[in-house]
């Protein structure tokens, strides 16, 4: 049964107002202030439900932010201008397919735990810009979780470059990037004597090898520097352009890890390093033969047509190609791509040969 929303202007706040925290959702905004005011957050969420008219089964809470702002006497439209100073550059036909913050298809991080000192030991969500550490408190707090990083000041540089420079490429935190780098280096390490930072990080945060679920924590330092390599115009294009043999470009992806890791390379950091220059190179040859629909056989913009090859592909490098780096290859008519709303509306993912 549809419900009829009420006004939020006729909605009454509720007696205790709550700061919200930067890029905060309105899932977690509301949980605190239900805790603020003596109240469950199960009371909360089902008010908010109801005066917003959103189905009960399954509520999306952040389709009632006018409400949830009315509730916390926040000002009418917060959410979403903290939401547009927190959106992610994207790569989209009203720019031409360069990075750029598009008020219209610009989206934000998917959610995840905020530093609990931020949020003065309560449990809620962001959606903020950066990644898994608070540089204000140096704490990591990915997951969940609340370690202490004083003594390691390289991850609130790692940090600061993921939020500044990487961010305006935009690399996020399940944009793929940065999962990337972390496949390279997690290969690299099951053969790898560590460096002595790695032991004390192990110690410090009581990781016994650098596997899937702790490769992060351990390497976050080095995966973000990694990342930025990886994205550098130059570079990628060096990587994926026909131009070069397959061999080279391995070696060349090979030597980025091992220096960065102050060691040498392994047999499985070459595989996984070979695994993915060769789905990169399918992925930029697809690209050149694209045309420009499925009535045309004009080829499409080399730029449209990378974006909608690393979707198809799942190859999140060919998002930082620059077409004047590239060889392109003579035209060969293929798949046509798909239109600018279907490319707009979909968010990139973590390229298919890491599951």
């Given at each position: 049964m549809n419900r009829t929303p009420v006004p939020p202007d006729r909605v009454r706040p509720l007696p205790v107002s709550v700061r919200p925290l930067a890029g905060e959702t309105v899932t977690g905004y509301l949980a605190r202030l239900a805790v603020a005011n003596a109240l469950t957050p199960t009371v909360v969420r089902i008010h908010a439900t109801r005066i917003s008219g959103i189905p009960p089964y399954r509520p999306d809470l952040e389709r009632a932010a006018a409400w949830a702002e009315r509730l916390g006497g926040l000002p009418a439209g917060h959410f979403d201008r903290d939401a547009r100073r927190n959106a992610m550059y994207v790569r989209c036909h009203h720019h031409d397919w360069a990075p750029h913050p598009c008020r219209r298809c610009g989206y934000t991080q998917q959610p995840r735990a905020a530093c609990r000192r931020c949020a003065h030991g309560e449990e809620t969500t962001v959606r903020t810009r950066g990644g898994a550490v608070c540089n204000r408190h140096r704490r990591w707090?990915?997951?969940g979780a609340d370690i202490d990083l004083t003594g390691f000041p390289e991850y609130m540089r790692a940090e600061r470059c993921l939020s500044g420079s990487l961010w305006k490429r935009g690399v996020g935190l399940a944009t793929g990037e940065l999962q990337l780098a972390a496949t390279l280096i997690r290969h690299w390490a099951a053969d790898a004597d560590f460096p002595p930072r790695f032991h004390e990080r192990m110690a410090a945060f009581g990781a016994d090898r650098v596997g899937e679920g702790s490769v992060f924590l351990i390497a976050y330092p080095e995966i973000v520097r990694l990342t930025t390599?990886?994205?550098?115009l130059s570079f990628a294009s060096y990587l994926l352009?026909?131009?070069?043999r397959l061999a080279q470009q391995v070696w060349a992806l090979e030597a980025a890890v091992i220096t960065i890791m102050h060691s040498s390379t392994t047999e499985q950091l070459h595989e996984v390093a070979e695994?993915?220059?060769?789905?990169g190179k399918t992925a930029v040859e697809t690209a050149?033969?694209?045309r420009r629909s499925h009535t045309s056989m004009r080829p499409a913009t080399l730029e449209k047509a990378?974006?909608?090859?690393?979707?198809?592909?799942?190859s999140c490098l060919l998002r930082h190609l620059s077409t004047v780096r590239i060889q392109v290859?003579?035209?060969e008519p293929g798949v046509a791509v798909p239109a600018n709303r279907v490319l707009d509306?979909?968010?990139p993912m973590p390229d298919a040969l890491l599951h």
């Open positions: 707090h990915l997951d390599v990886l994205t550098d352009t026909p131009r070069f695994r993915i220059v060769t789905q050149n033969g694209m990378l974006v909608a090859s690393s979707q198809r592909h799942r290859q003579p035209y509306r979909r968010r």
